[in-house]
């Protein structure tokens, strides 16, 4: 362990829990009004909700809908709490990109040389990039109930949300992650194509897998992004939700065990 690691943790010990949520709710302040200085920043979160609900309702709504029975109206109830699952996936690289980005800024580095907890500063981001989340998620569900989302079940909506909020706090683990060991945003946001594409449309998220090839359906039952889509279903449309729910918990439990050290240890150790 280098000096300055050395350092770095033994100032963490030396601050108490008290001290820690005083910094995290400093710098949430401080991110929100980074917000405010620039609100082009919150441009995906307004639009990626309308423009991928009204493309996946009216360009595939109809075949997808015939296929399902219940036409387009019918793939409104299905789509849209598969979309609260892609938003929980979409907005989380917004971490890792505004993370590198603080980097290359010298933001990190001023923030480093104060006598707060480094955990603060991952901490304070995630629960930022959760609020962005949860907007979009209301500006989503606006736009659902204008093409015709039926509510059945409002405490379901909520579980669906937290449920999504749970498993997109995991998920940011792996993208602050990215946003220290990469050079630069653009690397994140490529590395985070990567990861997503695949996961979003190798699930259930847009369609039924029953018709997938065998091995895309071998692929989309172990995808969280599956188990999440058809659990938030579940509860906001009704039918099974224990096994989807649990295994979505235990996707978001893992990822956070595994990548939340691996984040921390690279923060404190980057020079």
């Known amino acids: 362990m280098s000096a300055a690691t050395a350092t770095a943790t033994d100032a963490d010990a030396r601050i108490p829990l008290r001290g820690h949520l005083r910094h995290t709710g400093a710098l949430i302040r401080r991110n929100l009004l980074w917000i405010k200085q ?3 920043s919150m441009m ?3 639009l990626m909700p309308v423009i991928f609900t009204l493309l996946f309702v009216y360009v595939f709504g109809g075949s997808i809908g015939q296929a399902l029975g219940g036409g387009q109206d019918g793939y409104v109830q299905y789509v849209i709490p598969g979309m609260i699952a892609m938003m929980s996936m979409t907005l989380s690289q917004g971490v890792g990109t505004g993370f590198s980005q603080d980097f290359n800024s010298g933001v990190m580095d001023r923030f480093r040389s104060l006598p707060i907890g480094r955990g603060s500063v991952l901490f304070a981001k995630i629960s930022v990039e959760l609020a962005r989340m949860l907007f979009a998620t209301v500006v989503l569900m606006i736009v659902a109930v204008l093409v015709g989302f039926d509510i059945h079940h409002w405490g379901g909506l909520f579980a669906a ?10 998920i940011m683990w ?4 990215l946003g220290v060991i ?3 945003a653009q690397s994140v946001q490529a590395m985070g194509f990567l990861v997503l594409f695949p996961l979003q449309f190798g699930s259930s998220i847009f369609a039924p897998t029953k018709d997938m090839p065998g091995w895309l359906q071998a692929f989309t039952d172990y995808n969280p992004l599956s188990t999440l889509a058809d659990a938030s279903r579940g509860l906001m449309v ?3 939700v224990a096994h989807d729910l649990w295994v979505t918990v235990g996707w978001s439990v893992a990822i956070t065990a595994v990548m939340a050290p691996v984040a921390i ?3 404190r150790t980057k020079n």
């Open 238 to 240: 009704g039918g099974p």
């Open 265 to 267: 240890h690279k923060f």
């Open 161 to 170: 949300v937290g449920l999504s909020t749970v498993f997109a706090s995991s």
């Open 44 to 46: 995906d979160a307004v």
């Open 182 to 184: 990469l050079k630069n």
């Open 174 to 177: 792996v993208f602050l992650t």
């Open 38 to 40: 620039d609100p082009e």
